[in-house]
């Protein structure tokens, strides 16, 4: 049995991976953020979200023992964050600055690998923080990876369909070539090293991708013949491109997400659905197994992270749970108050509180409670009048606040948006839009931001643009206008 046990909904975008340490959960997303939270009771650590970025996050993951937090994204660069305090430790940015779609830690946390758009794998030595290692593969944008279990090797996948084995000297061992037809999606290696009949040491390699097919493979490690990847099972259990896959500890369950929106849990061993999951109304790009607790997350396009508790028992193998079917979820029940109803400048200062009580911003209550705070003034607070005027001396605390305030402001964004209103590289409503050489629309600041700083290539394609010329969107931009004075 699996049921839902809490909704997490601190997002304003897609979200793009989970990740979980011991004790500690950790999401990122295209709204430039990375939000942790406790794995004990989901409640979000004082320094969350984390805001280093400056375009939308693609991945994250945790060091072995929890202590650091890597997350890459299309500003080019792999930021690695202390989760003592939520700072930064260090900015690792991409051999020729490309956009990073994938990073992983190797299982001893010694190294460091992150793979970019325009087809380079970077491998850091993260005792140092220093660039190890570079390789790359032509013509297409790496998207996932993986290290052995043993730490020895790693595995990475394209949009171009390879599965591709390297070395810690980035030496490339081994290609299996149209291992997903249309792109591979994600990677990821069992926790366990396994032995074969004659010997030879093995791992277990899970992978999706655009073809909607899970696939179990067979990595065996020859002493004279080198590599041997051989297809094990190949899952049919969801209906659409499959974007994530993970193992749980024990390399006994591997779930999976998918276009179709649903998450599916199988047997790995065998390949046999336990269960599939109906929560999610988008699709489902991100999910992760708890190494301490029988739980999964999963991450979608309609900005919730969902927890689910994976009960003893399989009985109920092949079993599909419908919405009406999981438990309920943090954000339902909550109380529709009558500020929900006003524009936010309208609210009285009661108004206010209830929607602190609501945001469990509780420690702040007497503070606004003794500023008579109301929903003009909450719209006027920044960072440093948090500080200097309230009082707040905690810094995280005066994050967390001003994060629900920038959600408020964002409302009407977050609420059904047209996606072609929004430019691709900030995820913002656009202004002033134009269309560049790729044929795609930008704001116009974003756009030549990034060709100044990415060497001429399509953010969308990462294809050279053949020119820099702009042309003015004038259609859109009267669309755009349109929709927001409806509003």
């Known amino acids: 049995m699996v049921s839902l046990i809490c909704t997490l909904q601190s997002h304003r975008d897609d979200v793009n991976c989970c990740a979980f340490s011991g004790s500690l959960l950790a999401t990122c997303s295209a709204d430039k953020s990375v939000c942790v939270y406790s794995s004990r009771d989901f409640s979000e650590l004082p320094f969350s979200p984390l805001t280093g970025h400056g375009y939308g996050v693609h991945c994250c993951c945790f060091s072995a023992c929890g202590q650091y937090l890597a997350s890459c994204s299309t500003d080019a660069t792999t930021v690695v964050w202390s989760m003592d305090t939520g700072e930064i430790e260090a900015i690792l940015e991409h051999p020729g600055r490309s956009p990073v779609r994938v990073c992983a830690f190797s299982p001893d946390s010694s190294y460091l690998v992150s793979g970019g758009s325009d087809g380079t794998i970077a491998l850091w030595d993260f005792t140092s923080r220093t660039l190890r290692r570079t390789g790359a593969v032509t013509d297409t944008s790496i998207v996932a990876c993986s290290f052995t279990p043993c730490g020895q090797l790693i595995v990475t996948g394209s949009t171009y369909g390879d599965l591709r084995l390297w070395d810690l000297d980035m030496n490339h061992l081994h290609a299996e070539k149209n291992a997903h037809d249309l792109g591979v999606s994600c990677c990821q290696f069992a926790p366990q090293i396994m032995k074969g009949t004659d010997g030879c040491v093995q791992f277990q390699l899970a992978s999706c991708g655009q073809d909607s097919l899970l696939k179990i493979w067979m990595v065996s490690l020859l002493s004279a013949a080198g590599i041997k990847m051989q297809l094990a099972h190949t899952l049919t259990g969801q209906s659409a491109p499959v974007l994530s896959c993970a193992y749980s500890a024990d ?72 919405d009406e079917a999981a438990s309920v979820s943090s954000s339902e029940g909550r109380k529709s108050c009558g500020h929900s109803r006003l524009m936010v400048s309208e609210w009285s200062e009661e108004d206010v509180l209830a929607w602190l009580r609501e945001e469990g911003l509780e420690a702040v209550i007497d503070v606004f409670k003794s500023n008579n705070i109301d929903g003009e003034e909450l719209l006027s607070l920044t960072k440093e009048t948090l500080g200097s005027e309230l009082h707040i001396e905690s810094l995280g605390l005066r994050s967390k606040v001003m994060k629900k305030i920038e959600d408020l402001k964002m409302a009407p964004v977050s609420n059904g948006t047209p996606d072609e209103y929004l430019c691709p590289i900030t995820r913002e409503i656009m202004k002033d839009p134009v269309i560049a050489a790729d044929g795609y629309s930008y704001e116009r600041e974003a756009i030549e931001s990034w060709i100044s700083t990415k060497s001429r290539t399509s953010p969308m394609t990462n294809l050279p643009l053949q020119t820099t010329l702009l042309t003015p969107n004038r259609t859109l931009k009267m669309a755009i206008f349109r929709w927001t004075t409806c509003q």
């Open 251 to 322: 390399g006994q369950m591997l779930v999976s997400g998918s276009v179709d929106k649903t998450v599916t849990v199988y047997q790995a061993k065998e390949g046999i659905l336990l269960y599939t999951l109906n929560q999610h109304d988008r699709y489902v790009t991100a999910c992760a197994f708890s190494p301490t607790a029988p739980l999964i997350a999963t991450g979608s396009m309609d900005k919730s992270v969902n927890i689910w508790k994976v009960e003893d028992g399989s009985s109920a193998q092949g079993k599909s749970f419908p």
